[in-house]
Protein backbone atom coordinates (compact mmCIF):
# COMPACT_ATOMS: atom_id res chain seq x y z
CA UNK A 1 0.00 0.00 0.00
CA UNK A 2 1.45 3.37 -0.84
CA UNK A 3 2.09 5.23 2.15
CA UNK A 4 -0.24 8.60 2.83
CA UNK A 5 0.98 12.02 1.05
CA UNK A 6 2.19 14.01 4.06
CA UNK A 7 3.01 17.78 4.00
CA UNK A 8 4.58 19.00 7.25
CA UNK A 9 3.86 22.49 7.26
CA UNK A 10 6.69 24.21 9.53
CA UNK A 11 9.65 22.80 6.84
CA UNK A 12 8.04 22.84 3.52
CA UNK A 13 5.29 25.88 3.75
CA UNK A 14 6.45 28.62 6.01
CA UNK A 15 5.25 31.76 6.35
CA UNK A 16 6.75 34.20 4.62
CA UNK A 17 6.79 38.26 6.08
CA UNK A 18 8.98 40.97 4.61
CA UNK A 19 11.30 38.20 3.14
CA UNK A 20 11.88 36.77 6.39
CA UNK A 21 10.85 32.93 7.01
CA UNK A 22 9.08 31.66 10.36
CA UNK A 23 8.34 28.52 11.68
CA UNK A 24 4.77 28.61 12.48
CA UNK A 25 1.44 30.38 11.41
CA UNK A 26 0.64 31.21 14.29
CA UNK A 27 1.47 34.13 16.23
CA UNK A 28 0.70 34.46 20.02
CA UNK A 29 -0.09 37.33 22.38
CA UNK A 30 1.64 37.81 26.58
CA UNK A 31 -0.51 39.52 28.21
CA UNK A 32 -3.50 38.23 30.70
CA UNK A 33 -1.80 35.27 31.16
CA UNK A 34 -2.58 33.54 35.00
CA UNK A 35 1.48 33.50 35.85
CA UNK A 36 4.43 33.68 33.80
CA UNK A 37 4.84 29.81 33.73
CA UNK A 38 1.75 29.64 31.93
CA UNK A 39 2.66 31.55 29.64
CA UNK A 40 6.12 29.90 29.02
CA UNK A 41 4.28 26.48 28.80
CA UNK A 42 1.99 27.49 26.55
CA UNK A 43 4.67 28.87 24.19
CA UNK A 44 6.07 25.55 24.33
CA UNK A 45 3.02 23.85 23.44
CA UNK A 46 2.10 25.51 20.49
CA UNK A 47 5.90 26.86 18.89
CA UNK A 48 4.18 30.08 17.68
CA UNK A 49 6.21 31.87 14.89
CA UNK A 50 6.12 35.06 16.91
CA UNK A 51 5.28 36.49 20.60
CA UNK A 52 3.79 40.27 20.68
CA UNK A 53 4.45 42.19 23.41
CA UNK A 54 3.12 45.35 24.10
CA UNK A 55 5.91 48.12 25.59
CA UNK A 56 3.72 50.17 26.96
CA UNK A 57 2.18 47.68 29.50
CA UNK A 58 5.11 46.49 30.29
CA UNK A 59 7.34 49.39 30.90
CA UNK A 60 9.85 51.05 28.56
CA UNK A 61 13.05 51.73 30.74
CA UNK A 62 16.67 49.22 29.67
CA UNK A 63 16.76 48.49 32.91
CA UNK A 64 13.25 46.33 32.88
CA UNK A 65 14.07 45.02 29.63
CA UNK A 66 16.42 42.58 31.50
CA UNK A 67 14.25 41.34 34.33
CA UNK A 68 11.57 39.77 35.09
CA UNK A 69 9.17 39.43 32.22
CA UNK A 70 11.84 40.34 29.26
CA UNK A 71 13.96 37.42 30.99
CA UNK A 72 11.20 35.26 30.26
CA UNK A 73 10.98 36.31 26.87
CA UNK A 74 14.53 36.06 26.10
CA UNK A 75 14.39 32.06 27.68
CA UNK A 76 11.56 31.16 25.35
CA UNK A 77 13.89 32.19 22.74
CA UNK A 78 10.87 33.34 19.94
CA UNK A 79 10.88 36.16 17.60
CA UNK A 80 9.40 39.30 19.20
CA UNK A 81 6.82 41.15 17.92
CA UNK A 82 6.24 44.39 19.63
CA UNK A 83 2.86 45.93 19.45
CA UNK A 84 1.90 49.85 19.73
CA UNK A 85 -1.23 48.55 21.73
CA UNK A 86 -2.88 51.46 23.76
CA UNK A 87 -1.72 54.28 21.67
CA UNK A 88 -4.61 56.88 20.33
CA UNK A 89 -2.24 59.55 18.32
CA UNK A 90 0.38 58.88 15.38
CA UNK A 91 2.68 61.01 17.72
CA UNK A 92 2.30 58.23 20.53
CA UNK A 93 2.89 55.60 17.98
CA UNK A 94 5.91 56.42 16.27
CA UNK A 95 7.14 57.10 19.95
CA UNK A 96 6.04 53.66 21.27
CA UNK A 97 7.88 51.76 17.85
CA UNK A 98 10.88 53.70 18.10
CA UNK A 99 11.55 52.65 22.52
CA UNK A 100 10.65 49.42 20.95
CA UNK A 101 13.33 48.82 18.74
CA UNK A 102 15.92 50.16 20.77
CA UNK A 103 14.66 48.25 23.75
CA UNK A 104 14.13 44.82 21.64
CA UNK A 105 16.86 45.51 18.82
CA UNK A 106 14.19 44.99 16.46
CA UNK A 107 12.15 46.62 13.35
CA UNK A 108 9.62 44.24 13.74
CA UNK A 109 6.42 46.60 14.89
CA UNK A 110 2.55 45.42 15.13
CA UNK A 111 0.71 48.53 14.08
CA UNK A 112 -2.37 49.61 16.56
CA UNK A 113 -3.61 53.02 16.46
CA UNK A 114 -6.73 52.98 18.56
CA UNK A 115 -9.81 55.04 17.35
CA UNK A 116 -12.12 53.98 19.83
CA UNK A 117 -11.79 52.65 23.51
CA UNK A 118 -15.02 50.68 23.31
CA UNK A 119 -14.57 48.37 20.40
CA UNK A 120 -10.65 49.00 19.98
CA UNK A 121 -11.38 49.63 16.35
CA UNK A 122 -8.73 51.23 14.27
CA UNK A 123 -8.39 55.06 14.10
CA UNK A 124 -8.96 54.01 9.82
CA UNK A 125 -8.23 57.98 9.17
CA UNK A 126 -5.12 58.03 10.10
CA UNK A 127 -3.77 54.47 10.11
CA UNK A 128 -2.22 54.22 6.36
CA UNK A 129 -0.10 57.31 6.60
CA UNK A 130 1.16 56.49 10.37
CA UNK A 131 2.06 53.22 8.60
CA UNK A 132 3.95 55.16 5.39
CA UNK A 133 5.83 57.32 8.37
CA UNK A 134 6.88 54.00 10.14
CA UNK A 135 7.96 52.32 7.11
CA UNK A 136 10.07 55.20 5.71
CA UNK A 137 11.83 54.90 9.22
CA UNK A 138 12.42 51.47 8.32
CA UNK A 139 10.19 49.51 10.33
CA UNK A 140 8.52 45.96 8.87
CA UNK A 141 4.88 47.02 9.73
CA UNK A 142 2.33 44.93 10.78
CA UNK A 143 -1.11 46.81 10.64
CA UNK A 144 -3.94 45.93 12.96
CA UNK A 145 -6.86 46.68 10.53
CA UNK A 146 -10.29 46.68 9.98
CA UNK A 147 -11.72 44.27 7.07
CA UNK A 148 -12.21 46.95 4.37
CA UNK A 149 -11.12 46.21 1.35
CA UNK A 150 -10.13 49.70 0.45
CA UNK A 151 -8.46 50.53 3.70
CA UNK A 152 -5.94 47.56 3.22
CA UNK A 153 -5.07 48.08 -0.39
CA UNK A 154 -4.45 51.79 0.76
CA UNK A 155 -1.68 50.28 3.24
CA UNK A 156 -0.28 47.70 1.02
CA UNK A 157 -0.33 51.28 -0.98
CA UNK A 158 2.31 53.00 0.83
CA UNK A 159 4.77 49.55 1.54
CA UNK A 160 2.74 47.54 4.10
CA UNK A 161 4.12 43.45 3.02
CA UNK A 162 1.36 42.33 5.00
CA UNK A 163 -1.68 43.38 6.38
CA UNK A 164 -3.86 41.86 9.70
CA UNK A 165 -7.32 42.63 9.63
CA UNK A 166 -9.65 41.68 12.38
CA UNK A 167 -12.26 38.91 12.30
CA UNK A 168 -14.34 40.81 15.66
CA UNK A 169 -13.44 43.19 18.16
CA UNK A 170 -10.75 42.83 20.07
CA UNK A 171 -11.40 40.22 23.09
CA UNK A 172 -14.81 39.09 21.77
CA UNK A 173 -13.81 35.77 20.67
CA UNK A 174 -16.77 36.29 18.28
CA UNK A 175 -15.06 34.47 15.36
CA UNK A 176 -15.10 35.93 11.99
CA UNK A 177 -17.85 38.47 11.72
CA UNK A 178 -17.82 39.43 8.41
CA UNK A 179 -16.76 36.68 6.02
CA UNK A 180 -17.37 37.95 3.56
CA UNK A 181 -15.19 40.57 3.45
CA UNK A 182 -12.16 38.62 4.43
CA UNK A 183 -12.51 36.62 1.64
CA UNK A 184 -12.89 38.95 -0.68
CA UNK A 185 -9.34 40.68 0.94
CA UNK A 186 -8.57 37.18 0.13
CA UNK A 187 -9.48 36.97 -3.07
CA UNK A 188 -8.16 40.71 -4.18
CA UNK A 189 -4.73 41.57 -1.74
CA UNK A 190 -1.81 39.58 -2.87
CA UNK A 191 0.48 40.21 0.36
CA UNK A 192 0.25 37.76 3.14
CA UNK A 193 -2.93 38.46 5.07
CA UNK A 194 -2.95 37.24 8.82
CA UNK A 195 -6.18 37.55 11.21
CA UNK A 196 -5.86 39.43 13.90
CA UNK A 197 -8.33 39.92 17.08
CA UNK A 198 -11.13 38.45 17.59
CA UNK A 199 -11.12 34.44 17.44
CA UNK A 200 -12.27 32.72 19.73
CA UNK A 201 -12.25 29.04 18.94
CA UNK A 202 -9.53 26.92 17.43
CA UNK A 203 -12.59 26.30 15.10
CA UNK A 204 -12.14 30.05 14.26
CA UNK A 205 -8.54 29.79 12.96
CA UNK A 206 -9.13 26.36 11.01
CA UNK A 207 -11.87 28.71 9.30
CA UNK A 208 -9.95 31.26 7.95
CA UNK A 209 -6.85 29.35 7.00
CA UNK A 210 -9.55 27.23 4.69
CA UNK A 211 -9.95 30.52 3.22
CA UNK A 212 -6.27 31.30 2.24
CA UNK A 213 -5.68 33.50 4.99
CA UNK A 214 -1.75 33.29 5.64
CA UNK A 215 -1.82 33.31 9.56
CA UNK A 216 -3.61 33.69 12.56
CA UNK A 217 -2.45 36.13 15.84
CA UNK A 218 -4.25 35.21 19.11
CA UNK A 219 -4.18 36.47 22.85
CA UNK A 220 -7.40 36.23 24.57
CA UNK A 221 -8.59 33.21 23.52
CA UNK A 222 -5.23 31.36 24.81
CA UNK A 223 -4.88 33.41 28.06
CA UNK A 224 -8.51 33.35 29.24
CA UNK A 225 -8.75 29.54 28.56
CA UNK A 226 -9.29 26.92 31.54
CA UNK A 227 -6.32 25.56 30.50
CA UNK A 228 -4.13 28.23 28.23
CA UNK A 229 -1.63 25.25 28.06
CA UNK A 230 -4.07 23.06 25.89
CA UNK A 231 -5.89 25.65 24.00
CA UNK A 232 -2.63 27.05 23.18
CA UNK A 233 -1.44 23.87 21.69
CA UNK A 234 -5.21 23.17 19.67
CA UNK A 235 -5.24 26.35 17.98
CA UNK A 236 -1.40 25.80 16.45
CA UNK A 237 -3.26 22.11 15.50
CA UNK A 238 -6.17 23.82 14.32
CA UNK A 239 -3.99 26.55 12.34
CA UNK A 240 -1.85 23.72 10.50
CA UNK A 241 -4.82 22.08 10.04
CA UNK A 242 -6.78 24.95 8.34
CA UNK A 243 -3.72 25.14 6.31
CA UNK A 244 -3.19 21.85 4.79
CA UNK A 245 -7.11 22.08 4.11
CA UNK A 246 -6.52 25.08 2.21
CA UNK A 247 -3.45 23.68 -0.11
CA UNK A 248 -5.38 20.32 -1.00
CA UNK A 249 -8.03 22.23 -2.22
CA UNK A 250 -11.51 21.48 -0.93
CA UNK A 251 -14.33 19.91 -3.24
CA UNK A 252 -17.08 22.08 -4.54
CA UNK A 253 -20.51 22.34 -2.08
CA UNK A 254 -23.29 20.71 -4.11
CA UNK A 255 -26.63 21.98 -4.04
CA UNK A 256 -28.07 17.98 -3.98
CA UNK A 257 -26.92 14.54 -2.73
CA UNK A 258 -23.96 12.82 -4.54
CA UNK A 259 -23.39 9.18 -4.16
CA UNK A 260 -20.21 8.14 -2.14
CA UNK A 261 -20.33 4.48 -2.46
CA UNK A 262 -19.15 2.94 -5.82
CA UNK A 263 -21.96 0.69 -7.79
CA UNK A 264 -19.10 -1.84 -8.87
CA UNK A 265 -21.91 -5.24 -7.75
CA UNK A 266 -24.50 -3.87 -7.97
CA UNK A 267 -27.58 -5.66 -9.96
CA UNK A 268 -28.06 -3.99 -12.75
CA UNK A 269 -31.76 -3.23 -12.28
CA UNK A 270 -30.71 -1.21 -8.91
CA UNK A 271 -28.15 1.18 -11.39
CA UNK A 272 -31.42 2.37 -13.27
Known sequence: MTAPLTIPLKTTDPLVL????????LLLGTSRYPSPQVLENAVKQSNPGMITVSLRRQGTSTAQAHSGFWDLLKKMAVP????????????EVIATAQMAREVFETNWIKLELIGDDYTLQPDTLRLVSTAETLIKDGFKVLPYCTE??????????????????WAA????????LNPYALKLLRDRLKVPLL????L?????????????????????????????IAMAKAFAMATDAGRTAYLSGAMKAQQ???????????PFWHQN
Open 18 to 25: YGETFASR
Open 80 to 91: VLPNTAGCHSPQ
Open 148 to 165: DLILCQRLVDVGCQAVMP
Open 169 to 176: PIGTGQGP
Open 195 to 198: VDAG
Open 200 to 228: GLPSHACSVMEWGFDGVLLNTAVALADDP
Open 256 to 266: SAQASTPLVGT
